[in-house]
């Protein structure tokens, strides 16, 4: 049989990538984390482009219009300072996927690096391992708490609070993955062979610990957020003159019974971010999960 062009590429084109034609295929099957994509894109577009969506200066002050409810001119109404509450609220939504986006960046970056080193070395897995014990004993909202009452308030401060207590739980899941791949023919193979430690984890080791890193990462983002919002909430987050949901809501809720708008508001977008970026991880998760994949 003569062999043509036709039937030499199409197989290599088939085979080219067969990760992301799993995650078409279960993005397909899951609409809802196509929907959670689209609804985090929006509140993403909604953070960059701040300063052309906000109607006013949102740390404007005007005492005439204090506490003026929803309305044509005020969207989301207006707090007991007179300043603008969508304003506030559009604004707000840069801390709030700030802190999520990079403690998710830095807290995936540290954790795998000492995850990889931890499961492969073993004299180091119980020294490490034990204080990664340590932190996770500890709630994370008052591990956070005691970081920040060590600092004084910032954005910077609180993404370092809050990366320190998710570092722990994506060192443990790339320990147990290095454990397991540490042991495949591979994997002996290469350190049989001479391969230095560097290059194992590199060439043999971290590709297959990718997947799973990236579906840990859509929870620490969303966690990161909530916890974000919490500390605001609780006077130990960002400072006041940097809206965020969580202050925002801090700020309102001693006027609840008379203005609900002030907590409302904030407290849907912070629902929103934390859903859609919940419902995408859990779409990642079906599409780059072997065993999920096979049941699809």
Known sequence: MAVTADSIVKPAAASR???WTRIKDALRRHPTAILGGIVLLLLIGMAIFAPYLGTVDPQAISPVRRLRKP???YWFGTDMLGRDVYSRVVYGARVSLTVGLLVALFATLIGLAIGLVTGFVRWLDGIVMRVMDGLMSIPGVL???ALMALTKASLENVILA???????RVVRLIRSLV????EQPYVEAAIASGTRTPRILVRHILPNTIA????????ICASAMLTEAILSFLGAGTPPNIPSWGNIM???RSLFQIANYLIFFPGICLSLAVLSVNMLGDGLRDALDPRLARNM
């Open 71 to 73: 309305s044509e001119t």
């Open 17 to 19: 990538s067969p990760t």
């Open 179 to 182: 454990l397991t791949l540490r």
């Open 162 to 168: 809050i990366t320190v207590t998710e570092v722990p």
């Open 212 to 219: 799973p890193l990236l579906v840990q990462a859509t929870y």
């Open 250 to 252: 801090a700020e309102g």
């Open 143 to 145: 591990l956070a708490i």
